[in-house]
C-alpha cells in the first residue's frame, strides 16, 4: 500500500527559478489552472443555449446565480450584489478545487495551507478595501464596537483585532482539514482494494460510498466557505 500523503506532495513539472527564488509551476498550479478552465468550459456549455424555459443543464449555474446571490442579499444586503462576480468566483474555485482532486492521480491544491491561506487572504484583503471604501476611516470602528466605552478601548481593540485576523484562518484550517482527512482514508480504502484482490468487493463498495461522500463533502466545503465569506465582508460594510 502507497503512502497515503504522497497525494499531498507539491512536485514541479516546469522547474523555474529567478536568483534564489523557485517559481517552478508545480501539480498544485496546474489544478488551479484547470479549476478555472473547467469551470469556465462547463458554464459556458451549460449556457451555450439558454431558453426561456431552462434545460438542465442551464438550470446548474442559474441555480448557483441565485444561491449566491441570496447569500449576498441575506448577509450584505442588496448593495452587496456588486460583489457578486467576487463571491461567484470564490465559490466556483474552491468546488472545483475540491471535486478535482477526486479524481486519480489528482491533486488537491485545497488541502494545502498555502494554497487555500493565500485565497482566504485575498478574501480578507478584499473585505478591508471595501470596507475602508465605504466607511473611509471610520472603518477603524471596526476593532471598537458601538457601545463600548472607550475607556475599554485598549482591551477590546486587541481582542477584535485578534478576531478579525483570525478570520482567514479559519476559512483555511477548515477546508484544509476536511479535504485532507477525506482524501487519507480514500486513499487508505483504495489500498485495501488492490492488497485483497478478489476479496476486494467489500471495500470496494465501501469506497464508493465514500467516494459520493467526498463529492458532498468537497461541496459543502465550498458552501460554507463561501457564506463565512459573505458574513465576513458583511461585517466589513456594517456596523456590528
Not at 115 to 134: D, E, H, T
Not at 143 to 167: Q, Y
Request: some cysteine; overall charge positive.
Amino acid at each position: 500500500m502507497s503512502n497515503p500523503m504522497e497525494q499531498f506532495v507539491i512536485k514541479p513539472i516546469i522547474p523555474l527559478k529567478v536568483g534564489d527564488v523557485d517559481i517552478s509551476f508545480t501539480n498544485s498550479a496546474l489544478f488551479m489552472v484547470l479549476a478555472v478552465v473547467v469551470s469556465t468550459v462547463l458554464l459556458g456549455l451549460c449556457l451555450r443555449r439558454r431558453s426561456i424555459v431552462p434545460t438542465v443543464a442551464q438550470s446548474i449555474p442559474e441555480s448557483i446565480y441565485e444561491f449566491i446571490s441570496g447569500l449576498l442579499k441575506e448577509n450584505v444586503g442588496v448593495e452587496g450584489l456588486k460583489y457578486f462576480p467576487f463571491i461567484f468566483t470564490l465559490f466556483l474555485f474552491v468546488a472545483f478545487g475540491n471535486l478535482l482532486g477526486l479524481f486519480p492521480y489528482a491533486f488537491t491544491f485545497t488541502s494545502h495551507l498555502t494554497a487555500v491561506g493565500s485565497l482566504s487572504l485575498i478574501a480578507l484583503l478584499f473585505n478591508v478595501v471595501i470596507g475602508i471604501k465605504k466607511k473611509k476611516l471610520g472603518w477603524l470602528r471596526t476593532f471598537l464596537p458601538k457601545g463600548i466605552p472607550f475607556a475599554l478601548a485598549p482591551l477590546i481593540v486587541p481582542i477584535e483585532m485578534i478576531s478579525f485576523l483570525s478570520k482567514p484562518f479559519s476559512l483555511t484550517v477548515r477546508l484544509v482539514a476536511n479535504m485532507t482527512v477525506g482524501h487519507i482514508m480514500l486513499k487508505i480504502i483504495a489500498g485495501f482494494v488492490v492488497a485483497l484482490g478478489f476479496a476486494g468487493i467489500v471495500p470496494v463498495l465501501f469506497n464508493s460510498c465514500i467516494v459520493c461522500f467526498e463529492i458532498f463533502i468537497a461541496l459543502l466545503q465550498a458552501f460554507i466557505y463561501t457564506v463565512l465569506s459573505c458574513i465576513y465582508l458583511g461585517d466589513a460594510l456594517h456596523e456590528h
